[in-house]
Nanobody, 127 residues
Framework: QVQLVESGGGSVQAGGSLRLSCAAS????????MGWFRQAAGKEREGVAA????????YYADSVKGRFTISQDNAKNTVYLQMNVLKPEDTAMYYC????????????????????WGQGTQVTVPS
């Protein structure tokens, strides 16, 4: 099991930016696929972005392409989600997830693909 701890959430005005962090308890490059999901009130959990930690290849939901960037820092065992040009519809609880020893592929946006989850961090963008 991989322990994941998210941080960096908060409230920010529309058009602003936040950077979320996901610190892992093992070497990031050994994990496989790591993803960011979000769940707004009354909605299903939605895949936002993913990164394959072996080669840093990335995947994004259409709704965040061009605004969000997922990246990794192997020295810090941390995956980041840089969120720019935030919109009220980005308001949600954001979760970090890991699928151990798996390439992301087409499965990256499926919650069932991931083995381990963080506790979540709230992002609020007032309208």
């Amino acid at each position: 099991q991989v322990q994941l701890v998210e941080s960096g959430g908060g409230s920010v005005q529309a058009g602003g930016s936040l950077r979320l962090s996901c610190a892992a308890s093992v070497y990031i490059y050994s994990i496989g696929c790591m993803g960011w999901f979000r769940q707004a009130a009354g909605k299903e959990r939605e895949g936002v972005a993913a990164i394959y930690t072996g080669d840093s290849s990335t995947y994004y939901a259409d709704s965040v392409k061009g605004r969000f960037t997922i990246s990794q820092d192997n020295a810090k065992n941390t995956v980041y989600l840089q969120m720019n040009v935030l919109k009220p519809e980005d308001t949600a609880m954001y979760y970090c997830a890991a699928s151990r020893f798996a390439a992301c592929g087409r499965s990256w946006s499926r919650a069932s693909f991931y083995n381990d989850w963080g506790q979540g961090t709230q992002v609020t963008v007032p309208s």
